[in-house]
């Protein structure tokens, strides 16, 4: 037996001095996860995330590796690595669909684009992607618990992307390119009623059809601003 033990250590010795990986044996996932709330608890978020992504790794049929994932995602959320931690929950929807943090990790997601969102003069692409995100959320799951928080980011976001959209419609308006203000105020107007862009995009379109020298179309949208929102600053605006 001696010699058996020996030899199993010489050669493992020579395949350490060969060159040839060494192969570690695996940690306890109790001992991992230990770890990685350490870690987690001391805000060193990367060290955490990389535990929790070796107890998923090294244990991937175990009961917690969902859990390890949904941990590993938010470690790298709350590290601002919106990259590792959408990864992550990429990983996660493929291997546990129906799983009970499904609505979480969603959301998550969602808020992984939403932190991305950059100033309203700039078209990242973000704001666009966190939207769907929220939406398919609220989608399916309704009565989720990050429903509601879903909906009032999905509000957010449509302003924001409707005050893209009249930014841009400013700018056209300032350098006389009315058939592109026209185009970009009656996207506004049609698909984001519920902004408060809303008022002023039926002003500006007012103010663009009466300077191409059609009256009828700009009456009927001052007509449509005075009967949607009688009190409205721009309502007031109308001459």
Known sequence: ????????????????????EEIKPERPLEDIYQEAYQEFNKKHYEEAAELFQTAEAQYPASPWAAD????????????????????AIDRYMRFHPGHKDVPYMMYLRGMCYYRQVSDVRRDPGMSAY???????????????EYAKNAENKILILKNYIAGKVMYAARTDMQNENWPSAITRLQSVVATAQETVM?????????????????SEQ???FADMLRKNFP?????????
């Open 68 to 87: 390890a994932l949904v941990m590993m995602a938010y470690s790298r959320y709350v590290d601002k690595d919106f990259s590792g931690a959408i990864l």
């Open 1 to 20: 037996m001696k010699k058996i033990v020996l030899l199993f250590g010489l050669c493992g010795l020579l395949t350490a001095c060969g060159g040839g």
């Open 218 to 220: 700009a009456n009927g």
């Open 231 to 239: 009190d409205n600053k721009w309502t007031k605006r109308l001459k």
């Open 130 to 144: 966190a939207l769907q995100q929220f939406q398919q959320l609220v989608d399916r799951f309704p009565h989720s």
């Open 198 to 214: 809303t008022p002023e995009a039926m002003f500006r379109l007012t103010e663009c059809y009466t300077a191409i020298g059609l």
